[in-house]
Every structure is written in structure tokens, then in C-alpha cells.
T-cell receptor, first 116, second 112 residues
Framework: KAGVTQTPRYLIKTRGQQVTLSCSPI?????VSWYQQTPGQGLQFLFE???????NKGNFPGRFSGRQFSNSRSEMNVSTLELGDSALYLC???????????????FGQGTRLTVV | TQLLEQSPQFLSIQEGENLTVYCNSS?????LQWYRQEPGEGPVLLVT?????EVKKLKRLTFQFGDARKDSSLHITAAQPGDTGLYLC????????????FGSGTKLNVKP
């Protein structure tokens, strides 16, 4: 069974540019969450999508957005990149059919974004 | 401000030693998970605990969820170099099982 796949693995962008990251969840998983990981702040929740709808949102500016497609694949976009956006962006998928046994989140390897 | 505080932040021990990592919060969590993350990789789920007072064992790892579901501990017996990594706890509040708050992590180094 394939795991969570994130592309690309590494990305270098210039300040002011925009970037789109992609996440393919585990087959059968309908919930996709995005996290930002930095040495200073640790892992911080960005947003979560379920059945193409944003269900939860963290405390990030509007430059961070996302979407989910009918096949549960998800993309996140960051516009007007800042140096501080350099981070490892992680995507996690889960079944979320209800019930605690279905709440485990499985993470991808992440996309390492460097803004110069 | 971190909702979940982990301690210690760093731990360097010799192979064969025992250790305990703590995850504390003032909030009640409906479930709590422990992950291990290696450099350049995503976190890998180790265990989920959901019941106050619950104890789960995974080979040399023992996980405990506090009675009040506000804290948890991870105990490793006879640590091995393969246990080296960043250990993260993550809690889900209330019925929102898809928004996890992560602790700051404990970076463990086990020296051979």
C-alpha cells in the first residue's frame, strides 16, 4: 500500500514568488492536513481538507491557501513568499470515518522549501 | 505559546540506558499520539492513546496517558542507536480529530 506522497521534495524560490505543493494521500483516506515545520516553531497546523472542503484552519496569513480535489489529492499554495516561509511542509492523511480508531494521521516525507 | 510542552528538549545517552520523555499540557485531549521523526523525513506514528490512564507497550517503548488526559510519557528501556530521532507528541482536542497540536519535540541521541 503506497504511503503519502508529496512533490516536489525540494524547492528553492525567490522572495515575492508563489509556490504550489502537492500531496497524494493514502488510498481510501479522505482527510488531508498540512503542517509547517521550522526549527523555531516546531510543527504548526495550517489547514485540513475533507471531501474537497476546508474543515479546519490554523493561524496563518491568507497568503497560505489550499484545496482538495475529488480524488482527495491536495495542493497548498503560498503567495508572495517571504524568507520566513522557508520550512519543511508536511502533509498528513487519515481516514476520518468517525471514531477514534480512524484518527491516526500518516505523514508524507515533506517538501523542503527554501526562500532566498 | 506551545499547547503541549515536551521535556527534556535534548537527551544524549549511552546505548543500554533507560529514558523517559514527558508531554504536558493544561488542556484535555481526546487522543494523544507519539511520533518519531528522522532528519529529512516526515513523522512516523508510534502509538495512539485515547483512554485516561491507558498504558501501551511497543517492544521496548512504553506509553502512558495521564488519568486526566492532559499529559503523557514515553519510556524507552535499554535504548539503542536506532532509537535516535526527534520524538513528538500530538494531541487532538474535543471532537476535532483532524487538527493536532504538536509538542516542541525531544531530540534523542543514543550513542553506541
Amino acid at each position: 500500500k503506497a504511503g503519502v506522497t508529496q512533490t516536489p521534495r525540494y524547492l528553492i524560490k525567490t522572495r515575492g514568488q508563489q509556490v504550489t505543493l502537492s500531496c497524494s494521500p493514502i488510498s481510501g483516506h479522505r482527510s488531508v492536513s498540512w503542517y509547517q515545520q521550522t526549527p523555531g516553531q516546531g510543527l504548526q497546523f495550517l489547514f485540513e481538507y475533507f471531501s474537497e472542503t476546508q474543515r479546519n484552519k490554523g493561524n496563518f496569513p491568507g497568503r497560505f491557501s489550499g484545496r482538495q480535489f475529488s480524488n482527495s489529492r491536495s495542493e497548498m499554495n503560498v503567495s508572495t513568499l517571504e524568507l520566513g516561509d522557508s520550512a519543511l511542509y508536511l502533509c498528513a492523511s487519515s481516514r476520518n470515518r468517525g471514531g477514534l480508531s480512524n484518527t491516526e494521521a500518516f505523514f508524507g516525507q515533506g517538501t523542503r522549501l527554501t526562500v532566498v | 505559546t506551545q499547547l503541549l510542552e515536551q521535556s527534556p528538549q535534548f537527551l544524549s545517552i549511552q546505548e543500554g540506558e533507560n529514558l523517559t520523555v514527558y508531554c504536558n499540557s493544561s488542556s484535555v485531549f481526546s487522543s494523544l499520539q507519539w511520533y518519531r521523526q528522522e532528519p529529512g523525513e516526515g513523522p512516523v506514528l508510534l502509538v495512539t492513546v485515547v483512554t485516561g490512564g491507558e498504558v501501551k507497550k511497543l517492544k521496548r517503548l512504553t506509553f502512558q496517558f495521564g488519568d486526566a488526559r492532559k499529559d503523557s510519557s514515553l519510556h524507552i528501556t535499554a535504548a539503542q542507536p536506532g532509537d535516535t530521532g526527534l520524538y513528538l507528541c500530538a494531541g487532538a482536542e474535543g471532537n476535532n480529530f483532524n487538527k493536532f497540536y504538536f509538542g516542541s519535540g525531544t531530540k534523542l541521541n543514543v550513542k553506541p
